[in-house]
């Protein structure tokens, strides 16, 4: 992987910690178009169950700073920002962190995993695909086929989420509570345009320099990426996706996010191999 030669940003970081928590830490990693607020669910469910939790919001997310344009970051910019999220939790904790990652962010933490051989163990929530976004930009392409051509014209992706609707497609079931959906669409920014160009085409994931155990979750009506993607990409690492039924993208936003959480959780109670 390329070094980035930048110097550490203060990046927005939720942490969450009961008193006497004695479990492994957790590093959370969001992706495209959203913070750290996204995993305030999960942060408080894994917290009562003794897990010291970090959420970063990457360089230019949420409130963290950028030492450049949105427009030109890249996956390895995010990659530092892990870095620099561990690095934080090992002189805090004195331990290695697992690493959970949604979407972009699962692709974040696959990059990262490529580097760091003692990060315990990983869980990716509709991550990226190992082949990249493809096959789901054409998804959004036949959705919306304006707001993507003008998302590249303008180096943005703020089109692809500019309305409550448009969210809504993305990221969650039809279903959805109106006031919930409105809440979290408030939340939604703009994304990388270079990082996204980095998952269509420049950094793919390498499951082959991975040595940590990967366990790959997916939603089965999730419009971005398809559950033949989430196999794939499962398979990858050696293993069979986890798949949720009537679950959308946002799997950590979800009115049966605990679903997920418990069965990570059941994961992380296991013994270790």
């Known amino acids: 992987m390329p070094t980035i030669h930048n110097e550490p940003i203060d990046l927005e970081i939720l942490i969450k910690a009961e008193s006497g928590g004695q479990a492994d830490p957790i590093v959370f990693v969001h992706g495209a178009w959203h913070g750290a607020w996204c995993w305030e669910l999960f942060l408080d469910y894994f917290a009562r169950h003794g897990h010291p939790c970090y959420a ?142 980095d998952m269509l085409l420049f950094r793919f994931a390498s499951p082959q320099k991975v040595t940590t155990p990967v366990l790959v979750m997916g939603a089965d009506e999730d419009r971005l990426f398809a559950p033949a993607e989430i196999e794939k990409t499962a398979g990858a690492y050696g293993g069979k996706a986890i798949m949720f039924a009537g679950m959308a993208h946002d799997m950590m936003l979800d009115d049966d996010w605990q679903k997920v959480a418990e069965r990570i959780l059941a994961e992380l109670s296991a013994p270790r191999s």
């Not at 996956?75 to 561990?86: A, K, P």
């Not at 315990?120 to 082949?131: I, K």
């Not at 959705?143 to 809504?168: A, E, F, Y």
């Open 56 to 197: 970063p919001s990457l360089r230019g997310h949420g409130v963290s700073p950028n030492n450049k344009s949105l427009k030109i970051t890249r996956i390895d910019d995010y990659v530092e920002d892990i870095r620099q999220t561990v690095a934080l939790v090992q002189s805090e904790t004195g331990l290695n962190p697992v690493l959970i990652g949604h979407s972009m962010g699962g692709l974040v933490v696959q990059k990262y995993l490529e580097s760091d051989p003692d990060i315990p163990q990983a869980f990716l929530l509709a991550p990226v695909p190992v082949h990249g976004v493809w096959q789901g930009t054409l998804r959004v392409f036949r959705r919306m086929p304006l707001s993507l051509l003008w998302t590249n014209l303008c180096w943005s992706l703020w089109p692809l989420v500019k309305t409550t609707q448009r969210v809504k497609q993305h990221f969650f079931i039809d279903t959805i509570p109106p006031d919930k959906l409105e809440a979290y669409a408030a939340k939604i920014q703009d994304e990388s345009y270079l990082g996204f160009l």
